[in-house]
């Protein structure tokens, strides 16, 4: 069965700082991936996807994550943390076997941004 | 106009009531979900619709049970709630259910079981 972790439940960055965000899946064959956010008291928006075509993807506000099968890992990364990227988010994952999606999700990480 | 609607965003109950939760989606999309977010804000699916068809039923007791009148709605319906139903529901729907696509997620409905 597909699993997804994120190591650290709780991420602080200064702003202007490195923003990385780590997750993990566990599968023999690459599943479709997602990051999504969830700002406060919101639904989840999504952030990016990989589906199979560049391993780097970029998504919106800045963000973008790595696709890194010997890893099999899918990390955020932005360059520059703004006080408005203080959210959860969640990593994601969908096997490519399926006929209709079951999205398994991360526990999540919430990322909090110093002044 | 929002894309995925859902209402009451709060509720507030008690224990041995019935309640829904009403979800609509003005994506034209074919496929709708239901996902339970824990206090801990680990989420997990409960069902999907395609096309008005049950697709996915996760393990969720019976007394929760979802109906989809036509493809832009999916309202969810609990019966004799229980302390430990208590959390945030969230609709979501995608264009046609893949698994590569994209979930749009409505902005939720807090449920309190007292």
């Known amino acids: 069965a597909q699993s997804v972790t994120q190591l650290g439940s709780h991420v602080s960055v200064s702003e202007g700082a490195l923003v990385l965000l780590r997750c993990n899946y566990s599968?023999?064959?690459?599943?479709?991936l997602f990051w999504y956010v969830q700002y406060p008291n919101q639904g989840l928006q999504l952030l990016l996807k990989?589906?199979?075509?560049?391993?780097l993807v970029k998504g919106i506000n800045g963000f973008e994550a790595e696709f890194k099968k010997s890893e099999t890992s899918f990390h955020l990364t932005k360059p520059s943390a703004h006080m408005s990227d203080a959210a959860e988010y969640f990593c994601?994952?969908?096997?490519?076997?399926?006929?209709?999606?079951?999205?398994?999700f991360g526990p999540g990480t919430s990322l909090s941004v110093i002044p | 106009d929002t894309a995925v609607s859902q209402t009451p965003k709060y509720l507030v109950t008690q224990m041995g009531n019935d309640k829904s939760i009403k979800c609509e989606q003005n994506?034209?999309?074919?496929?709708m979900y239901w996902y339970k977010q824990d206090s801990k804000k680990f989420l997990k699916i409960m069902f999907s619709?395609?096309?008005?068809?049950?697709?996915i039923n996760e393990t969720v007791p019976n007394r929760f049970s979802p109906k989809s009148p036509d493809k832009a709605h999916l309202n969810l319906h609990i019966n004799s709630l229980e302390l430990g139903d208590s959390a945030v529901y969230f609709c979501?729907?995608?264009?046609?259910?893949?698994?590569?696509?994209?979930?749009?997620f409505g902005s939720g409905t807090q449920l309190s079981v007292l």
């Open positions: 979501a729907s995608s264009r046609n259910g893949q698994p590569n696509e994209k979930l749009f």
């Open positions: 599968s023999s064959v690459p599943p479709y």
């Open positions: 990989y589906t199979s075509a560049a391993t």
């Open positions: 994601a994952v969908s096997d490519r076997g399926t006929s209709y999606d079951k999205v398994i």
């Open positions: 994506l034209g999309h074919d496929t």
């Open positions: 619709y395609n096309n008005k068809e049950l697709i």
